[in-house]
């Protein structure tokens, strides 16, 4: 079982940037794929990019890519999500989520969650 926690949120005004963590507690944080999902009001929540156990593989979605990157330090179980050129329409709150298995964008098949950190973008 793992403990995720979140921070790095905040108010940024558009086209700034952001770069959030999320450390994890335990010694077995290198056997997990990590990912970062966000949530805007009234929205389900939508996964935004995950990496494998090494980090040596990423994905992210469309709207994210060129954008968003996502990264791990697994001497510090530690996950990072550095966000640049942010839009208004990024505002959410943003999970951190961990499971067994890498390669999946679906929210359900995920294990393990962070309480999350909101970002709100202003225009």
């Known amino acids: 079982q793992v403990q995720l926690v979140e921070s790095g949120g905040g108010l940024v005004q558009a086209g700034g940037s952001l770069r959030l963590s999320c450390a994890a507690s335990?010694?077995?944080?290198?056997?997990?794929?990590m990912g970062w999902f966000r949530q805007a009001p009234g929205k389900e929540r939508e996964f935004v990019a995950a990496?494998?156990?090494?980090?040596?593989?990423?994905y992210s979605t469309d709207s994210g890519k060129g954008r968003f990157t996502i990264s791990r330090d697994n001497a510090k179980n530690t996950v990072y999500l550095e966000m640049n050129s942010l839009t208004p329409e990024d505002t959410a709150v943003y999970y951190c989520?961990?499971?067994?298995?890498?390669?999946?964008?679906?929210?359900?098949?995920?294990?393990?969650w962070g309480q999350g950190t909101q970002v709100t973008v202003s225009s």
């Open positions: 990496i494998s156990f090494s980090g040596g593989t990423s």
């Open positions: 989520a961990a499971r067994r298995y890498f390669g999946s964008t679906n929210r359900s098949e995920w294990a393990y």
């Open positions: 335990g010694r077995t944080f290198s056997t997990y794929a």
